[in-house]
């Protein structure tokens, strides 16, 4: 049964960064709706939105690159919400679906988003919208971070692991059977040992690469949340077997990141270059992903970490959090509420 579509909608906005986008965002309840809203492309589904979840792209494009978004613009890419309308034939209207849309597309953070099949894929029964809404980006990350990289039984380190791709990462990769270390601070141990760490570094009072080096363990994937130091990369020869990689999904667009970066990607290894190999990693949706996330939830495998909840006129406040750096886990935004 076909939905109805209004003619605006509800929508936290925002039209100048000066300050940071936390102090910028206004709703706006006359929204103009996505472009396509009301004659979609092939491959497209229209969304009403019932809860979203700010990540640090949102973030990032906006303050770093806002002259790619037309304004007033709409963050956030995390979605879970109702299929209103839509041009693929295995969805059908008053569907639950979650996913996200692709950059510059943002707009979760509004009432209705279109999106395309690679992003769009049914909640599972048994979990919930709140619980779909917070697997888009970091959820996706973690998965495609570490599920080509392994094998059950294989030893896994995480940096960075109460995080939201972190609390993700763990669970993933015990989902997938294997051994999990991971790094956090102090207050975060318990957490993280509750998600299934083996073994838990306080970063705070122990040097990682240190502790790392003395431990002599070998690791078979090193998945680097956080991008803290480049040394870890350069002396992963010390933790990481020969066939390991080392992955990484972090660092600030600043022009010392991206010397690293380059350092990293062209220094030869036979004149010390990185001795291991390094992947950078930027999610892409891709739909088989995504069910393959939703069937270890729905097996109880993988739950998303919520550690506070806000309504759409409290977007800035959850913004202002995400960029405090001490997220716990995921902040989700009702937009639309339960549908």
């Known amino acids: 049964m076909a939905m109805t579509i209004p003619q605006s909608m509800r929508a936290s906005q925002w039209s100048t960064i000066k300050g940071g986008i936390e102090k910028n965002l206004r709703v706006n309840t006359s929204a103009k709706l996505p472009k396509n809203a009301n004659s979609l492309p092939a491959d497209h589904t229209l969304v009403k939105v019932a809860y979203t979840t700010p990540n640090p792209i949102d973030t990032k494009v906006a303050e770093f690159f806002p002259f790619l978004l037309s304004k007033p613009a709409t963050p956030c890419l995390d979605f879970s919400g109702t299929v209103v309308a839509t041009t693929l034939a295995h969805l059908k209207p008053g569907e639950l679906v979650f996913g996200k849309t692709e950059p510059p597309a943002f707009g979760a953070l509004g009432e209705y988003v279109v999106v395309g099949k690679a992003g769009c894929v049914p909640v599972p029964n048994g979990v919930s919208l709140k619980q779909a809404a917070c697997v888009g980006v970091t959820g996706l990350t973690s998965y495609q971070c570490i599920a080509p990289y392994v094998k059950a039984g294989d030893k896994v380190f995480i940096n ?150 806000f309504e759409l006129e409290q977007a800035d406040q959850a913004f202002a959090h995400l960029k405090s750096g001490r997220t716990k886990g995921k902040l989700l935004v009702r937009v639309g509420g339960e549908s």
């Open 160 to 309: 960075g692991g109460s995080g939201g791709t972190g609390t993700f990462g763990i669970q993933i990769a015990k989902a997938l059977g294997c051994h999990v270390t991971t790094t956090c601070s102090g207050p975060n141990v318990e957490l993280c040992k509750s998600l299934g760490a083996d073994e838990v570094i306080d970063y705070r009072s122990n040097d990682v690469l240190s502790t790392l080096k003395r431990s002599g363990k070998q690791y078979d994937l090193f998945y680097d949340t956080v991008w803290a130091s480049p040394a870890l990369y350069w002396n992963s020869q010390h933790y990481l077997k020969p066939s390991a990689r080392f992955v990484t999904i972090a660092g600030s667009p600043s022009i010392g990141t991206v010397v690293e970066l380059l350092k990293v990607f062209l220094w030869p290894t036979m004149l010390g270059g990185g001795q291991r190999k390094f992947v950078f990693h930027t999610a892409t949706s891709k739909a088989a992903d995504y069910e393959a996330i939703a069937k270890m939830m729905a097996e109880g495998k993988v739950k998303a970490v919520i550690e506070k909840e």
